[in-house]
């Protein structure tokens, strides 16, 4: 079986810059590095330069993450002293050089403890599995992967679980446990569906797609590695896509397709060589080694392309020995041994096809101690009890949440009978107070019908009496227009008479006329009062 490239998913500490990526990212840093001033967000722009730079020049990214340790130092800042090492240790192990890259993530470990910060403590257990897992060291990449996932679980940071899912995924890959695989790249999967992450399900395909591989379903396999390397041409993400070029590569090399095989492969050679990253080269040197060894024993398949492969059973395994001896070289410098067991492997094999026994027999004992190595009872039993661990530590999760639910309906269900007694006494309280409502009611209504009783009593008696006055008031402009008039008239006629009377000469023949004028107007007068006091008795005044 070939060996194919996974692609690990590193968890970086830089969402802020998500929206950009490769060299766009680094020139937007280094512009505002330019003028930034020497404090801590100098510091940040440092470490986030060092980190972006991982992916494409790790040795510059080491430069700037120096640069980043000496300001913090400068600066007394610890927290920015522990992110340079963390993106040290990143560009390290870029570069393969894995004992570097576990140094400088035990130093930024130590710092991110003594601040405290749980987030960063679970990158790095997450960057130090991969560590492990690049040198085959499953036991301990489960170890660290299972802390990170820990930890990321209690802080709820779902897409930082559903990376470290994968990668717990891809250590049973390598293991060729496929089942358990599966399971843990479908639980990130949903995950990166629920949140919308188009580059990690992207990832998550071409990883599916080397399981598809694994199991001998190499179409299916390279239809899932195709839609994986369009999304991440999108992205413009290098590293993925010369990780998709390997397995598509790998997968036309299963299914025969020798010349798109070494296309593939060359391609994908080519990007790890400009990346620097060691063991992408070699993996990417070995499996070119094992597509020429391949065309070497596929004597029934006819190669119409001449550019990339030799004609001849010699001339491909010629290539072969080269290819599977360089990628067995470096394996075995920067101490990648899942991949080392399959190289020694294929190549003791090339070297038996091309009669060369010794070199094919030195090769077999590198395959044999490695496997033993890689693959022993040993660490499967560590494998397995980390497991159980983790299952014993999410049943126990589990049971607390349980025993925390209980505990949340005897409350809920105390807290309903205290409700309920609260409402009888509530609606005793209130039909009480209904009573004394309706009483109070019942006795003012009684009280208000006799008020309106007598108040209309009252007001008959007022319009009596209004009427009466009414009555009153007429009768009296009659007898005051009846006194102006017919009473007033004769006794100023009198007044005037008894002016010209002749006191002086009673016998004045004037007298007389006077004395019979006021006779004749005193009967008038007469006559005018006694019609006013019949006017007078036709109205009785108020007592």
Known sequence: MKFY???FLAITPYSLYAQKQGQPLIDSLLRELLIAKEDTNKVKLFGQLSFTYSNINPDEGIRLGQKAIDLSSKLSWEKGIAIAMLDLGVNHEAKSDHVKALEYYHNALIRYERIGDKSSIS????????????????PKALEYDFKALTINEELDKRKSCAMILENIGTIYFEQKEYVKTTEYYTQALTIYNDLGDKESVAKNLGNSGIVLAARGEYAEAVKQQLKALKIHRELGKINSIQINLTNIGDDYDHLKDYPNALKYQLKALQMSEELGNKNSIAINLGNIGETYFNMAKDSATTVSSK??????????????IRYLGKAVSICTEIKFFGPLVEFSQYLSEAYFLSADYKKAFESLKQYTVTKDSVFSVQNKTQITNLEEERVDELRKKEMLIK???IQI???????????????????????VVVGIVLKSLYVYRRSNYALVKEEKMHLLLIEEQ???????????KEISHMQAHDVRGPIATILGLVRIFNFENFSDPTNKIVIEGIASITEKLD?????????????????
């Open 466 to 476: 209004i009427d009466r006055l009414k009555k009153q008031t007429s009768v009296l």
């Open 307 to 320: 550019k990339l492969v030799d004609e001849g059973k010699e001339a491909n395994l010629h290539h072969a």
């Open 527 to 543: 006559t005018a009062v006694k019609d006013v006091i019949k006017k007078e008795n036709t109205f009785n005044p108020i007592c």
């Open 123 to 138: 990158r790095i257990l997450a960057s130090t599995a991969l560590v492990y897992l690049a040198q085959s060291n499953y």
């Open 5 to 7: 490239l996974i692609l």
């Open 403 to 405: 025993d925390e639910q």
């Open 409 to 431: 309906n005897a409350l809920t269900i105390s807290r309903k009978q205290t409700q309920q007694e609260l409402s009888i006494a509530c609606i005793i309280l209130l039909l």
